[in-house]
Structure formats: structure tokens, C-alpha cells
């Protein structure tokens, strides 16, 4: 009943059995909210991430960080996008996840931004462009990364960004053309 002893038990279990332990408690929380999942959000992600799970482990981890960042929880969504990010990145195929991995660093990286870690939001969106293949998105990147450096203060850093961003685009006429424009 202490979280003492708790601990001491919990320390003291084989790695094997402590995936099945957490893989059964993952499954009792998926039967008894069944229907209602995001209600469990949480509690699935953590006992999911420490299984090999690993489809599990990522849909709950992107459930639970989207709860989260709905709750204007940042450090919390960016602890469950992080996790699912980790089971991606050592996926076997890395190559189909590679959207997927993308979309979960921008969601990391716009939230670090908002938070005022600018450092990190430019480490983490520099590492979603070297993933990204459409130029719409690339060049959507590219004026985050103005934003962010404008911010800092660094205006000709913003107007480089914004350049790679109208090169991604190669003179199109849409959307993301005009919103470097604005920025």
C-alpha cells in the first residue's frame, strides 16, 4: 500500500514480466473503455509504451498527446508525442513511418515554440525538413522557422526561411505561397 514498498516490488520484477504486466493492464483498460477510449488516453499510452506493442504503443501515445495539448497541457502533449516518436523511430521500416514521424516533430516543435524554446522548436523542425518530401509541407516549415527566428530577432535569418520557402514552391500560386508572402 506505500509507495515505498510499491516501488521496491515493482524495481524488483524480470524487464520480460513487466511487459506483460503493463500489456494486460493496457488491455483491461481497453475492455473496460471500450468505446470510450480517450477517456483512458492516458493510462493507455503509459502501459502501452512499455510493451512491444509498438502499433499500440503509438496510437494510444498520439491519443493521449492530442488530449493533452486539447487540455493546453504542453509539456505533458510533448511527453506523449516524444513517446510515440521513440517507438517510431525504432521501427524496423522506418522508411513508411517516415510521415507519420514528420507530423508527430512538427506537433513537438510547434508546441516547444509556443512554450518559448525556440532552440528546440528550430532542432526539432529542421529534423521533420530532412523527413518531408512535399513542397507544400517543406515550405509550411520553412515559415515556422521564420516565425521563430523573427521572434529571436533575427530578420534576415526570417527572410532567408521565407526564401527556401517560395523556392519549395517554385513560383506556385496556393495557399502556403500566400502565407510566406504575409510572413
Given amino acids: 500500500s506505500h509507495s515505498f514498498y510499491r516501488g521496491a516490488i515493482y524495481n524488483n520484477i524480470v524487464p520480460r514480466w513487466k511487459g506483460v504486466y503493463h500489456k494486460g493492464l493496457g488491455e483491461h483498460y481497453e475492455r473496460a473503455y471500450d468505446g470510450k477510449l480517450d477517456e483512458a488516453a492516458y493510462e493507455l499510452a503509459r502501459h502501452y509504451s512499455m510493451t512491444s506493442e509498438k502499433p499500440k504503443a503509438v496510437r494510444y501515445g498520439i491519443m493521449a498527446g492530442e488530449k493533452a495539448e486539447a487540455a493546453y497541457a504542453a509539456e505533458q502533449a510533448m511527453a506523449f508525442y516524444r513517446g510515440a516518436l521513440m517507438v517510431l523511430k525504432s521501427s ?15 506537433r513537438v516543435a510547434d508546441l516547444l515554440a509556443l512554450s518559448g524554446d525556440y532552440d528546440g522548436a528550430m532542432k526539432e523542425y529542421g529534423e521533420v525538413l530532412a523527413l518531408v518530401r512535399d513542397p507544400d509541407a517543406r515550405a509550411r516549415i520553412h515559415r515556422l522557422m521564420a516565425t521563430i527566428v523573427s521572434n529571436k530577432g533575427d530578420y534576415g535569418a526570417a527572410l532567408a526561411s521565407i526564401d527556401a520557402g517560395k523556392a519549395e514552391l517554385a513560383g506556385a500560386q496556393n495557399a502556403e505561397m500566400g502565407r510566406l508572402i504575409n510572413a
Fill in 92 to 106: 524496423p521500416k522506418a522508411s513508411e513511418t517516415d510521415e507519420r514521424t514528420a507530423e508527430l516533430g512538427r
